[in-house]
């Protein structure tokens, strides 16, 4: 059964860090790209960060570009986002999804397993 499993997600001060791990687990990691996603109330599922476990290559929207980092670590089948200097509107409930053989970047149409999300509040 596959499954993904985020955590690390809480409160935090504008200005602040943190870092969400999404823990995977059923699948070939290195076959997958995982990506990160978040919705904040009223607004549409986007795009934050991708990563391609094969190689490592990464992808990172403009908003959040010097801000979060994607990394992956396949001995632990985990890829994590470090958020740095963070905004009042980077909060949302982030997902992470995975994707088989998936390119970069990935899109929320066409991830095939998803997590059940976390919340991330950055108060101002």
């Known amino acids: 059964e596959v499954q993904l499993v985020e955590s690390g997600g809480g409160l935090v001060q504008a200005g602040g860090s943190l870092r969400l791990s999404c823990t995977t687990s059923?699948?070939?990691?290195?076959?997958?790209?995982i990506g990160w996603f978040r919705q904040a109330p009223g607004k549409e599922r986007e795009r934050v960060s991708c990563i391609t476990n094969f190689d490592g290559n990464s992808y990172n929207e403009d908003s959040v570009k010097g801000r979060f980092t994607i990394s992956g670590d396949s001995a632990k089948n985990t890829v994590y986002l470090q958020m740095n200097n963070l905004k009042p509107e980077d909060s949302a409930v982030y997902y992470c999804?995975?994707?088989?053989?998936?390119?970069?970047?990935?899109?929320?149409?066409?991830?095939?397993?998803w997590g059940k999300g976390i919340l991330l509040t950055v108060s101002s």
């Open positions: 999804a995975a994707v088989r053989m998936g390119l970069l970047p990935c899109f929320v149409e066409g991830m095939d397993y």
């Open positions: 059923g699948f070939t990691f290195e076959d997958y790209a």
